[in-house]
């Protein structure tokens, strides 16, 4: 198993009085070929974490691996992991696409000819070849592009993502969400990502760690996330002989309608036992309704991010995303919020 990144207790203690502990003892590792998504609310350490991650800060403890070596080997850092940091701001506002491209490829060393080909490649990935004007009078959806293809640019194998979809309207993100799929699994990018969109998160992560207070709370599949809150719920479809068994279903299972449409209804029970779902299927076919469908009702990834930062379930972190007792899983400013 390759591990692309590997973080080990690493800590961040900004000076002050009193001093702010920013991130404490986070340890979690990325696979090649994994997008893996860092969550949580602000103020969390996520900002830190990534800064700490492309030494941008410097960290008070812990260490970082990018491909087996020390971050703080800068050449080879800067060989293998490239950066979108606070959306589309790594980007020359005076400078057209193409000369972004061709500045970011020569800051890291690309070869000349090899640079060409590279810059060609992303320009028509990202659909920027006509795009020949000034980066500022571009749309917010097209200079995101941009930024992402400046970084693609320096030809790394890691991409670090910080909120790539931010500010977009829903055309444009669809695409973003499209373009950073098809990175991973056509072009064979390894990808860390911050976002504060679940549905963005629950359609591109392979894996979810969320921080709060500093600390890694949970970490797992967007699927085991949401099964976490696994609570007997069960969403059924219904064709009834009569809208009166809606009543007694609302008194007997206390079931929600959401939808009554030509006599078939679709409801929502929570059951108090997993017995319990005989007994209502039963009482279904006793009051001569027909069962169309039954489904689990699980919390969407949204609203299991939610329980867990608010603290309504203890979460577990799947043991499975463990390797040796951790988790496995171009601005230059820096910040202590996230």
């Known amino acids: 198993m390759t591990f692309v990144l590997e973080v080990e207790g690493l800590h961040k203690v900004y000076p002050g009085r009193p001093p702010v502990e920013a991130v404490k003892d986070v340890s979690f590792a990325v696979r090649e070929g994994e997008i893996v998504a860092l969550l949580g609310p602000n103020g969390a350490g996520k900002t830190t974490t990534v800064k700490s991650i492309l030494n941008l800060i410097r960290p008070t403890a812990g260490r970082v691996r990018v491909y087996g070596r020390d971050h703080k ?149 967007p699927e085991g996330l949401r099964r976490l809150f696994d609570v007997r719920g069960y969403r059924l479809t219904v064709r009834l002989p009569d809208p009166k068994v809606l009543d007694a279903l609302a008194a007997r299972w206390q079931a929600k309608v959401e939808a009554l449409v030509n006599g078939t209804a679709h409801i929502r029970v929570t059951l108090p036992d997993a017995a319990s779902l005989y007994r209502l299927l039963d009482d279904l076919r006793d009051l001569g309704a027909l069962l169309e469908s039954l489904e689990k009702d699980l919390p969407d990834l949204e609203e299991a991010y939610m329980r867990i930062i608010v603290g309504r379930r203890p979460p577990a972190t799947n043991p499975e995303t463990t390797h040796n007792g951790r988790p496995t899983t171009h601005d230059r400013r820096t910040t202590t919020d996230d």
């Open 73 to 221: 080997d800068l050449p080879h850092l800067y060989r293998h992991v490239a950066a979108v940091l606070e959306g589309n701001r790594n980007i020359y506002w005076r400078l057209t696409p193409r000369q972004n491209l061709e500045i970011f490829a020569a800051y890291a060393g690309v070869p000349p000819r090899e640079a060409r080909r590279i810059i060609d490649r992303w320009m028509a990935f990202f659909g920027l070849e006509d795009l020949n004007r000034e980066a500022r009078q571009l749309s917010r959806g097209q200079q995101q592009k941009v930024a992402l293809a400046a970084a693609l640019a320096r030809h790394t194998p890691l991409l670090v993502l910080d909120e790539p979809t931010l500010g977009l309207d829903v055309e444009a993100k669809r695409e973003m969400v499209a373009l950073i799929r098809q990175l991973a699994q056509e072009e064979g990018k390894t990808i860390l990502l911050t976002s504060h969109q679940m549905d963005v998160v629950e359609a591109l992560a392979h894996r979810v760690i969320i921080i709060q207070n500093g600390r890694i709370v949970t970490q797992d599949t």
